[in-house]
């Protein structure tokens, strides 16, 4: 194991009789370094020598992926690789000259020899081949990856400069600059120390005031003062932002959709959820729990549901036509994907299309893992022309909205009841209207329209003339149930205008004769509703589908709407009458479907609607066509009536019959007598429900007020899971349904709970777990160190670098779960240590033995993040706006680049928004801030768990030209004018806010030559200053001279464009 | 070497750290990080990518079918579509009537090659373009085809193809970028986005470098209002000194890096105005590529540019003009694009020619899908529309190692689906295979590890198409 082999290597170079054939973890220039100490005989480290060997040049084709295996060989385990074949095994264990395998990669023959020449992969060295060699000698061990075993804490190695250290931690990196021959740096001086951990913990510069505090304690208390240092660091609300940034690259956060369109969306509720959840120190374990599955929680609080949006923050699509299942399934993968490379540091995106072709993932684990992902009623497309928020959706109401929804719907509850009563307290009413033999009427419609004469595409409304309907594209007027009908072609419509302009709190209903020709799949036939996917379907509708007729009323389609589907199917070839009735309660219980005059048994297909069902400019009511759709092809329609009620089943009874046919009321049962009465006779009821209505209608308004966001629920009706073959969403492999579940290589899920996303969360954060830990605490290492210990912090897989110090990692991750997850005192405890507080330079013996810092015996120096790069500039101008969270901003950018995306301009905002901590500037992901992006800033479309640091000549013009830097600078050298009168003082000022250290006397000297040259030039061309002091929109103190300001803001600029600035050192 | 790194390298070198310095300094001069680059001797040096956006329809424009003007309005027979998928956006239609081109289709040249007359300029070049009738791709929507065409893979996050040259091959001109990106300024329906030339996962200083029309064309290349190049100078003077003394005490190469690339941007502060200020151009130039050549943002300009930028060693200029995406009113739609594109494009190709520079310069013209052979809304006597069709549509290459005057690959009489798709038919893979090919690069080999995996521009597929190189 991991830990077991690591922690022989400290005793192995204590002893230099031993075989020290293990190093091959450590990097070749190390091993090298090392050589005189190494002995080639000993068996090699399957983990750190073999099998990287073997995954580089021999699983593309004879690993885990069973799809791809050539010649049925594997060898990525031992049975396989021991496995009898013609010609003799790959590997005989003990027996180097018999394995078949390295008689093959020392071959020359092109028939022959592995790998072979057109698969572009490299031929084995000769140390290769020796490692090879030595390893099936000495029995050809296999072992279990070391990232698929639980992490376990090594003994601490024994050190000759105990002395140095302050952590455990430190012993652990100690160890190996002393095996290495070298030594420790010594700790770096105090000003940079505190720069350091200040930028580290908060994404800030420490301020002048706060370096003096220091340097003065320091040199009295050093420990004491660093340690109030901290502690005032991880107090300030500026360690949850910084820690927040990170944590934003893996949720793929952003203030816009992504794909082409790319619209804004409101998701910044959840970006201050993590602000807040890392500042107040949520367990790390709860902190992942919430975000998997907060909602499954039991008693789940809005705080924990809102977690969840984690999962629906990938990238989705609005375009026309586009295939709603394509996307869905596109967004179920990044939540795998994403699930993967953030929590497991794991590749499984790979496994989506074929098995993983190094890892232990074969794609039905991929699948059975996107099971836990793909129960929330949710769409694959969002909504185009309406700015509904794909569901599901968690409402985030303000108190006063809550309040004002509560208030609505109590006194709806109470009319509602008072309804239900009615019945009861009015039966002599009742009772005495029925024995006056009634022969109620029919229903009174408010529109009705005959079809039976077109006038220049026009045709009566019998109940308002004023408004007449309307043909679109040519529907013909054919003979008729009565008179003539409207036939369609499916490309055509018509529309009413004036009639059914219905909210969803208001009663109302329809009844029409329908002919369609045969089965349809799905056909539009009445609607107000701008457009089906590109609109959430918003608005109501009576389609076919399946042979079936449907109704609903939808705000978002699935996740927020009613609708009932009848279980027979719609007659076909003849006449029927169909009526369909809503009573205003937003309830599926409120529909009702008639067919042939009586109620069609339906189903309720959804039931939850909250919010209206008339924005997006819905358009009047239209007959047979929607945009982008299916229209009635073939299908008539005659004698439709729009009713401002619901309607009884006598109603409908009367409009279905002939006249000559009509019902008898008395031989109706008294139930449905009764029914009637109620809805349409008793005026104490029609008084109710008139209040009834209002009421509704005060909630709905209440809770169309209230702004939502995507969150996760299980919400949707069960699906199905399967392997969709080569990954594509309509190739699903039917004959073998997956149950969810997690890959074999790791921990079962636990037994006895429903195996759900929370479970899924439970499984993860179970301390036992190899990788939870281990991918946690590298990514903070990672934070504060620039690498993690494992330096590919998404890929911890055979195919990840091994860690650089395994006995390290995981002694981090064993104590991290052990003392509760808790993420600032894992932070607390890195920063606290030897290791961290180390200068940064690179001595020649560094940089000879190791060059790339591997062995961290100096603090490796960094680039400072994109984000810090722009706070730093505007913290040390005094321009930085420090408000917390909320929506986010639009600082300055050169204009024009968002006419490229055809999402109007961008428009800078005014005032404090401009100098906001750049995690809040607004992300729009095709076009994304390029002052960030420039410093390697993540894209945010898909999870990222570690950024590039370049160095471009780009970072070198967007410090010195960009408007927003410019200005920082003349902020801060307009600040130093003011604080100091000496001119040294004002260089040392500026030098220091951005640095953190004061200037030496020659950078003094180069500091005052550059301003004295600089004031020279300024004083010749005063127009150049007052166009610089124009540029920036500064004003000067009065007696101030431009060219003095002129020539600090040079100086300012060309500091923050220094090496001492841009890097944390 | 430049003047001003020799003694700092000098000193650095007497330094322990002599093998990193002499990386950062080959980063610096834009060499390529790749390996040994190209794998064999190259047909090309450079490439400018005429990306048409939107999907221009190749029934109007190259792929002549007179059977669809002969059986206009007739429903597509589904012998022919063979249940193949369609958008959201036609897929609802009750009819799918077959649409013949409404613009007549002459052959041009010694190649005979059909053009219709919406491409008069094109059509007299026809003998030095090689005609690619058998493209095809997997995607039926913008996002994806187009993100697909510019990067290889229909999900975001994978470089571009100027990423992967400018990691592969470096740039030419260490004072300009290795990849430039040209966008034609219009309003459109169809967006364009960083994404398709960015570096995905290369490191960023690969992304394309987008060309602005106005004062300042590269972002943030002008000196702020009131520094002179003067007090630049003196910025940078002072900035190298102050870097000097921190090498001095910190000993870490990356500082020797920021300088240099510091004075990289001051030189970028020359050569890119330079380089895209057509000023200099005499009248017969701009009479070549058009009068819209002399107004900055046009398509014209931008071939110009493209042009200059050829001439100036940029390995891979990409040309974006969208519009074309004509799902209504098609004829009007066509001729518009057509004439903002032709004469251009055509120009590109002759002032490349004539200046000697299209034997090394690989011209490539097309979009992310063509168009459906029925007409999406209403067809009447003088209008139509058509839909993504991803199943057939034309490209065009010209110059360096590509067979001048041929056409490879067919369609059907319908023009919908392949004549011969296993044989001919050239898939986006194969497309980048094939330019790769042409710039010395074996496509296979182009590789960067990323997650794990060795990724390429052309994923696990591609084929160099032979067929198409002389």
């Keep these: ?1065 | 070497m430049d003047s001003f790194l020799d003694p700092t390298r000098r000193h650095f070198l007497r330094g322990s750290a002599l093998g990193l310095g002499a990386l950062a300094l080959g980063d610096v001069l834009g060499a390529q990080e790749a390996g040994a680059l190209p794998h064999f001797a190259p047909r090309a040096r450079r490439v400018i990518y005429l990306f048409q956006s939107g999907g221009p329809s190749q029934l109007e424009t190259f792929d002549y079918k007179p059977l669809l003007n002969a059986k206009n309005g007739e429903q597509l027979p589904e012998s022919v579509r063979r249940g193949q998928r369609l958008t959201g956006m036609s897929g609802n239609q009750s009819s799918l009537p077959l649409a013949g081109s409404l613009f007549r289709f002459a052959q041009h040249g010694a190649s005979r090659a059909w053009v219709s007359e919406l491409l008069p300029h094109t059509a007299r070049i026809v003998d030095e373009l090689c005609f690619v009738k058998s493209m095809h791709t997997n995607a039926i929507n913008h996002d994806p085809a187009i993100t697909f065409f510019c990067t290889g893979a229909e999900m975001a996050g994978r470089p571009s193809m100027g990423a992967w040259l400018s990691y592969g091959l470096g740039s030419a001109n260490r004072n300009l970028p290795a990849f430039v990106v040209l966008v034609t300024q219009k309003p459109v329906d169809q967006p364009l986005y960083a994404r398709l030339w960015g570096s995905g996962f290369l490191p960023s200083g690969h992304q394309g470098v987008q060309l602005l029309a106005g004062p300042s064309p590269v972002l943030y290349l002008a000196n702020p209002a009131g520094v002179s190049p003067l007090a630049r100078r003196r910025m940078l003077d002072a900035a190298a000194k102050l870097n000097q003394e921190q090498l001095e005490r910190e000993g870490d190469p990356e500082i020797l890096t920021r300088m240099a690339q510091a004075e990289l941007a001051y030189r970028m502060q020359v050569s890119v105005p330079e380089a895209s200020d057509v000023r200099d151009e005499p009248d017969e130039v701009f009479e070549l590529y058009g009068p819209d050549s002399r107004a900055p943002g046009t398509y014209a300009h931008n071939c110009l540019l493209a042009r200059r930028l050829a001439e100036r060693g940029v390995r891979f200029v990409q040309l974006f003009h969208p519009g074309w995406d004509h799902h209504g009113g098609l004829p009007a739609g066509m001729r518009g694009l057509c004439k903002e594109t032709d004469q251009a494009s055509a120009a590109l190709v002759v002032d490349l020619k004539r200046r000697g520079l299209l034997d090394d310069t690989l011209v490539v013209w097309g979009g992310e899908f063509g168009r459906t052979n029925y007409s999406q809304g209403k067809l009447t006597a003088d209008d139509y529309g058509r839909d993504h069709h991803p199943r057939c549509f034309t490209t065009w290459l010209a110059g360096a190692g590509v067979r001048a005057g041929t056409t490879h690959g067919a369609t059907d009489e319908y023009g919908y689906n392949l004549l011969e798709p296993e044989t001919d038919g050239v898939h986006v893979h194969d497309l980048h295979a094939t330019l790769l090919h042409l710039l010395g690069i074996e496509h296979t080999r182009l590789v960067y590890r990323f997650q794990g995996r060795d990724f390429r521009l052309t994923d696990v597929a591609g084929r160099v198409v032979n067929e198409l190189l002389a």
């Design chain 1, 1 to 1065: 194991m991991a830990q077991r082999v690591g922690h022989r290597v400290e005793f192995d170079l204590r002893d230099e009789n031993e075989s020290a054939g293990i190093l091959g973890g450590v990097l070749p220039g190390l091993v090298l370094f090392l050589g005189a100490l190494a002995t080639p005989q000993g068996p090699p480290d399957f983990q750190r020598e073999v099998r990287p060997i073997l995954a580089e040049h021999c699983f593309a084709c004879h690993g885990p992926d069973e799809g791809q295996r050539k010649a049925k060989l594997r060898l990525d385990t031992f049975a396989g690789a021991t496995a009898e074949r013609e010609g003799g095994a790959a590997l005989v264990p003990g027996r180097a000259a018999e394995s078949a395998l390295l008689a093959r990669v020392a071959s020359d023959d092109p028939e022959e020899c592995m790998p072979p020449p057109k698969s572009g992969k490299a031929r084995l060295t000769e140390a290769e081949q020796a490692t090879l060699a030595r390893w099936i000698a000495a029995g050809a061990r296999y072992d279990v990856h070391w990232a698929f075993v639980a992490p376990q804490k090594a003994p601490l190695p024994v050190v000759e400069r105990a002395a140095w250290c302050r952590d455990e931690l430190d012993r652990y990196v100690l160890a190996r600059i002393e095996a290495a021959g070298l030594a420790p740096s010594a700790e770096a001086e105090p000003a940079l120390l505190l720069r350091r951990v200040t930028l580290d913990l908060t994404g800030l510069p420490p301020t002048l005031m706060e370096l003096d505090e220091f340097l003065e304690e320091h040199a009295r208390d050093p420990q004491g003062a660093y340690r109030r240092a901290l502690e005032r660091l991880l107090a300030s609300p500026h360690f949850g932002e910084r820690v927040a940034s990170d944590w934003l690259d893996l949720a793929r956060y952003a203030d816009t959709y992504g794909y082409q369109s790319d619209v804004y969306r409101r998701v910044w509720p959840w970006r201050d959820w993590v602000i807040d959840a890392f500042n107040r120190n949520l367990a790390y374990d709860q902190f992942v729990t919430w975000q998997l599955a907060g909602d499954l929680v039991a008693d789940a609080t809005r705080e924990q549901k809102l977690a969840t949006a984690f999962n629906r923050l990938h990238r989705q699509t609005n375009e026309g036509g586009s295939v709603e299942a394509e996307f869905r399934a596109e967004y179920v993968a990044d939540r795998v994907n994403t699930f993967g490379t953030a929590f497991l540091g794991l590749t499984l995106e790979c496994a989506r299309c074929h098995d993983h072709k190094y890892d232990p993932l074969a794609t039905r684990e991929y699948y059975a893992l996107s099971a836990f992902f793909d129960r929330g009623d949710e769409c694959g497309l969002y909504s185009h022309f309406t700015d509904a928020t794909p569901t599901p959706t968690l409402a985030l109401p303000t108190e006063e909205q809550e309040l004002a929804s509560a208030t609505a719907r109590g006194a709806l509850e109470r009319l509602e009841a008072e309804l239900a009563a009615l019945p009861e307290a009015r039966t002599s009413e009742f009772e005495r209207w029925l024995a006056s033999a009634p022969r109620p009427p029919a229903p009174q419609p408010v529109a009705r329209y005959a079809f039976d004469a077109l006038a220049d595409n026009h045709f009566e409304n019998a109940l308002d003339p004023a408004h007449p309907g309307e043909i679109y594209e040519g529907p013909q007027l054919v003979p008729g149930h009565s008179g003539n009908a409207l036939r369609f072609s499916g490309d055509n419509g018509a529309l009413l205008p004036g009639a059914g302009e219905f909210a969803h709190w208001q009663p109302f209903a329809f009844s029409l004769w329908l002919r369609v020709p045969e089965r349809k799949e799905r056909a539009v036939i009445l609607r107000r509703s701008r457009a089906w996917t590109d609109a959430g379907s918003q608005g109501y509708q009576l389609l076919l589908e399946e042979g079936c007729l449907s109704f609903a009323l939808i705000h978002f389609w699935p996740g927020d709407a009613i609708a009932i589907r009848t279980r027979g199917e719609f007659p076909l070839g003849r006449w029927v009458h169909v009526a369909a009735s809503y009573d205003g309660s937003a309830r599926a219980a409120g529909l009702a479907l008639y067919v042939e005059g009586v109620r069609a048994p339906w189903s309720v297909v959804r039931d939850h609607l909250v919010k209206p069902i008339t924005g997006g400019d819905p358009g009047p009511l239209a007959l047979a066509e929607r945009f982008r759709d299916t229209g009635l092809a073939g299908g008539e329609i005659d004698e439709l009536s729009v009713f401002a009620r619901a309607l009884s089943d006598f109603d409908v009874a009367q409009l279905a019959a002939a006249p000559e046919a009509a019902p008898s009321f008395g031989e109706l049962a008294r139930a449905a007598q009764r029914a009637h009465y109620f809805l349409a006779v008793d005026p104490a009821a029609a008084e109710l429900r008139t209040r009834l209505t209002a009421a509704r209608h005060e909630l709905a308004d209440a809770l169309a007020a209230v702004p939502e966001i995507m969150t996760m629920a299980d919400d949707a009706p069960a699906r199905a899971t399967y392997v969709l073959r080569r990954g594509r969403y309509d190739d699903p492999d039917r004959a073998h349904p997956l149950e969810a579940g997690t890959p074999n290589a790791l921990p079962p899920l636990p037994d006895g709970v429903p195996h759900d996303r929370l479970a899924l969360a439970r499984w993860l954060t179970d301390g036992r777990h190899p990788l939870t830990a281990r991918v946690a605490v590298n990514r903070f290492w990672q934070m504060l160190f620039g690498r993690g210990l494992v330096e590919t912090a998404e890929n911890f897989g055979v195919q990840g670098t091994p860690p650089a110090n395994p006995e390290l990692l995981d002694a981090l991750a064993v104590d991290f779960v052990a003392g509760g997850w808790d993420v600032k005192a894992l932070l607390t405890r890195i920063v606290t240590s030897a290791t961290y507080r180390q200068g940064s330079r690179t001595t020649p013996a560094l940089a000879e033995h190791d060059p790339a810092n591997q062995l961290l015996a100096r603090y490796p120096a960094r680039r400072l993040s994109a984000e810090q790069v722009r706070d730093q500039a505007l913290a040390a101008s005094g321009l930085l706006c420090t408000t917390i969270g909320g929506p986010s901003v639009k600082p300055w950018q050169p204009p024009g680049l968002w006419s490229i995306s055809a999402a109007g301009d961008y428009v800078p905002d005014e005032g404090e928004a401009r100098h906001r901590r750049s995690l809040y500037t607004f992300w729009k992901r095709t076009v994304p801030p390029p002052n960030l992006t420039l410093f390697d800033a993540a894209r945010r479309e898909v999870c990222v768990a570690r950024r590039g640091s370049t160095n471009t000549p780009q970072q070198a013009l967007v410090l010195l030209n960009d408007p927003q830097f410019v200005e920082a600078a003349g902020a801060l050298a307009l600040r130093v004018l003011t604080e100091a009168q000496d001119e040294d003082e004002r260089l040392t000022r500026v030098f220091r806010r951005l640095t953190g250290r004061a200037p030496n006397a020659s950078e003094l000297v180069e500091l005052r030559a550059l301003d004295l040259d600089e004031r020279e030039g300024f004083v010749v061309a005063p127009t150049d200053a007052a166009a610089l002091l124009t540029s920036t929109g500064l004003a000067l103190p009065e007696g101030a001279l431009a060219a003095d300001w002129a020539a600090l803001t040079a100086v300012a600029s060309t500091v923050l464009s220094l090496d001492a600035s841009v890097t944390l050192r």
